[in-house]
């Protein structure tokens, strides 16, 4: 499920909030309908990377079919990538502060 705003409840779009993953996050994410400024939590943050690193590094250690090392990292990031496309669903975001926990 995408996130939603804590003050009005309009959906973010996936778009949005993906740019906004691979964006520099110490700015607010703003929303588009009330202009609530929010931010991705730590533990929202973490889940965004290991949704990345994960694929990426269970491939490279235990699946991969290639001998050739180029060719299995290649994969893994291809992997990593398509993993990232997922994070926006498993983001959280809150109104305000930054979140420290
Ligand atoms: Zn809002």
Excluded: A
Aim: glycine share 8%.
């Amino acid at each position: 499920m995408l996130p939603q705003c804590e003050n009005c409840h309009s959906t973010f779009g996936w778009k949005k909030v993906y740019r906004y993953i691979l964006g520099p996050q110490y700015k607010p994410f703003c929303c588009h309908g009330c202009g609530q400024n929010h931010y991705i939590t730590v533990s929202g943050r973490l889940v965004n990377s290991l949704l990345m690193i994960c694929p990426f590094w269970i491939f490279v250690q235990f699946f991969s079919p290639f001998s050739n090392i180029f060719l299995t990292v290649g994969v893994g990031f291809f992997l990593g990538f398509f993993g990232s496309l997922l994070s926006p669903y498993f983001t959280k975001i809150k109104r305000d502060q930054p979140s420290y926990y």
